[in-house]
Structures are given as structure tokens and as C-alpha cells.
């Protein structure tokens, strides 16, 4: 009897003490953490299309800010060595990523360099950003001039264009050299056949120059590339490859008038440096045109101390 009388107040025990904790966890539960949410509301800007764009925003708020767009099919991570070498010396550095990539939301509809431009126009607005040195990679670059060409540059004191697109990639009847048609049909039709290979495949190859010889290649940088790519949605890194392949930038760069630097490699495969890098510093008054020599395309890994000090020399002028 004695021993029944203990299992049963063992039993009460464990379950007193389990209705205790369930109703612990319920009240828990039932509590919303309102610092939590708040800060995952301050992570996203909205477009004037509805569209949630997601911002880091990092490094001191009173720094000089430098704001950064990323290359296609990349988000805002593409550029965590540049964010964390100007935070650390005083800069505020604000990346988003672009509408159907990455965090960001994924529209159908709009996926348009003119809209890539008004997104970033509605970060520089919502971030309360006034005189910031804009800083686009690739299509990015692309990004950063037409967003100059449609809102000019009262919030702009500088401007990078790095291994960008401008002032037109692809090939037409005023620009003859530029990449020929076929690269663009491949690129669609790859993307629709099989994407996950198609990223892998460039990461693996010309984006980081794995694909010339004596090349060492690198899994992380080829799996950061694929995870990234495949963050993005379907629809919108099919739709922004005519965006930054067939946009033609000439005179947005032509509104450009704040002290502006082009970075270049002069081994670029996938933007060659001959009709887009070298193109960009004649058309903008004042450029100041670097080559790396050797250097391929994804230069924000591949030559990212030397990029950091660059852009680090730059905005300090």
C-alpha cells in the first residue's frame, strides 16, 4: 500500500509539475516578443509595388555610408567581405537583396532594371540616407547607373562601378562587341532546362576563373555562388538576365556627376573589360578607371583585400 501511495503522489507530482510547465510554455507562447518582431520588421524596406526588399544595414549609424548592389543571382551576402572591412573602420554599409533574390520577396511582375532602380531608390529613402557612396557589382552596376539616370544624385556623393555591365553587355547594332546573342539565348535556355547545374557550372568555371589553367578552384566559393543562386526565385533570375544583358545604360552614365571609380579585371569572362569596363570610364566625366590584371569576374572573392582597400581609399577621398 505504501509503495502504491508513493507511485500515485509520483505520479501527481509529474504531472502537476508537467501541467505547471505546459502552462508555462503556453503563456510563452502566447506572449509575443516584441523586440524580436521589430527587429525582423526593420529588415525589410517596401518597394512602391508592395514588394518586401530585404536590407542589412550594419556598422555604426552615424558612419559615412556606403551602399552596395549585387550581382545576378547573387543577394546581399555577395558582399560580406567588403560590409565587414568598411564597418570595422567606421562605415555604415547597407546591402539589399534585389527583388526575387535571396531574403526579398518574389514578385512575378517587374523584374526590371527601371524597377531594380526605384527599389533602391525606396532603401536610400526608408534607411534615411542622404549622401552615400553607391557601390554596384555586375548587374548591380547596372542598378546603381539607372538609378542615377531616373533619381539623379542628391542622395549619391560617389559612385563604384565593379566588374559591372555597363554601359550595355550584350550585342546590338550600336554595339557591335559587346556578347554575342547566342550567350543570352544559352544562359535562358539553361536556366530553364536546369538551373542548379547552370550555377555550378559558371561558378565552377569562368565566374572566378576556376576554368583557366593552373587554376586552383575553390568548393566554398562554388557552393556559397549555388546557394545563393538557388535562394533566388525562378522567374525573377530568368527575367534579369535580359535586364542586365540588354539594358542599355549609355546615358544614365552620362548623368552621372559625382567622383566616380571603375574596378575592372582585365580577364573578365562573363562581363569582358574591353566594352563594358573600359566603355563605363569613358563615358563618365572624371572616372578613374583600375584594372586588375588577370583577375576574372567575381573579384569580390577572388581579389576581395585588394578590392576592400581600394574602395576603402576611395570613399575616404
Do not use: C
Not at 565566374?207 to 566559393?221: D, I, M
Request: cysteine-free.
Amino acid at each position: 500500500m505504501q509503495a502504491l501511495t508513493r507511485l500515485a503522489l509520483a505520479a501527481t507530482l509529474a504531472i502537476g509539475g508537467s501541467a505547471v510547465l505546459t502552462a508555462a510554455n503556453t503563456a510563452q507562447a502566447a506572449t509575443p516578443a516584441p523586440t524580436a518582431a521589430a527587429a525582423v520588421a526593420s529588415q525589410y524596406v517596401t518597394a512602391n509595388d508592395g514588394t518586401p526588399i530585404y536590407v542589412k544595414d550594419w556598422g555604426p549609424k552615424d558612419g559615412p555610408v556606403v551602399v552596395f548592389s549585387h550581382g545576378w543571382p547573387l543577394n546581399a551576402d555577395s558582399w560580406e567581405s567588403q560590409m565587414q572591412f568598411l564597418a570595422e573602420r567606421g562605415y555604415r554599409v547597407i546591402a539589399h537583396d534585389r527583388r526575387g533574390h535571396g531574403r526579398s520577396g518574389q514578385p512575378w511582375a517587374n523584374n526590371t532594371m527601371d524597377q531594380y532602380a526605384d527599389d533602391l531608390d525606396a532603401v536610400l529613402r526608408a534607411k534615411g540616407v542622404k549622401r552615400a557612396t553607391l557601390v554596384g557589382f555586375s548587374t548591380g552596376g547596372g542598378e546603381v547607373a539607372r538609378y542615377i539616370g531616373r533619381h539623379g544624385t542628391a542622395r549619391v556623393a560617389k559612385a563604384v562601378f565593379v566588374s559591372a555591365v555597363t554601359p550595355i553587355m550584350g550585342a546590338s547594332p550600336t554595339n557591335p562587341n559587346g556578347v554575342p546573342e547566342a550567350v543570352f539565348d544559352s544562359l535562358r535556355k539553361a536556366s530553364l532546362d536546369n538551373r542548379a547545374q547552370l550555377y555550378k557550372d559558371i561558378a565552377g568555371g569562368p565566374f572566378f576563373g576556376f576554368n583557366r589553367p593552373g587554376a586552383k578552384a575553390s568548393a566554398g566559393l562554388v557552393d556559397s555562388f549555388y546557394v545563393q543562386g538557388m535562394q533566388a526565385g525562378a522567374k525573377a533570375t530568368y527575367d534579369s538576365i535580359e535586364a542586365f544583358f540588354h539594358s542599355d545604360f549609355r546615358e544614365d552614365l552620362k548623368k552621372v556627376n559625382v567622383p566616380t571609380l571603375v574596378i575592372h579585371g582585365d580577364d573578365d569572362q562573363i562581363v569582358p573589360i574591353e566594352t563594358t569596363g573600359r566603355a563605363t570610364a569613358k563615358l563618365v566625366k572624371g572616372a578613374r578607371l583600375i584594372e586588375y590584371p588577370g583577375a576574372p569576374h567575381g573579384i569580390t572573392d577572388t581579389h576581395k583585400d585588394r578590392l576592400n582597400q581600394d574602395l576603402l581609399d576611395f570613399v575616404r577621398q
